[in-house]
């Protein structure tokens, strides 16, 4: 589950996919561990680091782009609730199952377009505000945007395990198309794949696109495509929660991996709750009857290594 509200928004000019004084995602939040405490089910939450911080930086001179800061509220947590948000990691850290926090990077910035001083920067800050906060200092990322951060980078900071879209695992590609992307959107095609080690890190394989929530339902507090809205709401809610059961089943046919993943804002409604509750039972279930395990990049990084 990606947390990075309103930094994952601010610089593409969709902020208002967020809720005023971000109420919503929020309770999207509290209701979502409340479920995971019910059934027992770990979560890994990549957090962006600057959302751990209760006051701006004293210094935001970096080797970032010039305005990468300048649209940041230098504020803190009672006035800009999108880009300060340590209340909801204390939520995250108080639930009953031991839920991961791993990191999203500091800022949000795509790895793979940024200098490996701007991203030392990044990743100095992020293991700074870890050990401030009392976390564990990470060891799995999910880099913004699917964009790869350096191998020796990433094995400077101690990072072991990165999530890496399906184009980068054996023998799977991207829709080439909006017309196969489309197909795959309703159909809810996943990569059912096993992680493997790739120059010493380990990579965990999904879709581009989130596939715990889905974009033909509405996302946060945006609407979905209008050609989705020719179908039916409930209709497209039967649809994401059989694709979801579909993945499920797949992978315990084939004695896989599938991973599925959200940014925490798109599930900040109550059009998409309704397939994930329902999916998160179902998962609770075959668990329970020795099906399917339920891992968290950390411990399928552990199961890796052991192999």
Known sequence: ME????????????????????????RALERLLELCDELEIP????????????????????????DWFG?????????????????????????????????????HVECADVSHETLRWEFDNVLEIHDEYGLERPISIVPPRHSHPPREILQEYGFE????????APS????????????DLLTGAQPIVRPRS??????????????????????GQ????????????????????????????????????????????ETANDIQWPPIEKFLHRVSQTRNKGEVEVKTMKELNEDVKNI
């Open 3 to 26: 947390l990075e509200l309103g930094w994952g928004l601010v610089h593409y000019g969709k902020l208002d996919a967020l809720s005023p004084n971000r109420k919503q995602e929020t």
């Open 161 to 168: 395990i990165v999530r890496s879209p399906r184009s980068r």
């Open 222 to 265: 945006k609407d979905p495509h209008p050609v989705f809205k020719t179908i039916p709401q409930s209709v497209r809610q039967r649809l994401h929660y059989r694709n979801m059961n579909t993945t499920l089943s797949t992978a315990i046919r084939r004695d896989s991996y599938a991973h599925l993943w959200s940014h925490l804002w």
């Open 198 to 219: 790739v120059d010493g890190v380990v990579e965990t394989y999904c879709t581009r696109y989130p596939s715990l929530t889905t974009p033909f339902l509405e996302a």
């Open 43 to 66: 979560i890994t939450f990549n957090v962006v680091g600057h959302l751990l911080l209760d006051e701006p930086l004293s210094d935001y001179n970096t080797s970032h782009e010039a």
């Open 71 to 107: 649209v940041i509220p230098k504020t803190g947590p009672e006035d800009d609730l999108e880009f300060y948000a340590p209340d909801l990691v204390d939520r995250i850290e108080s639930a009953d199952v031991d839920h991961e926090i791993c990191t999203h990077t500091f800022s």
């Open 172 to 183: 799977a590609s991207e829709a080439s198309n909006r017309v196969q992307l489309g197909i």
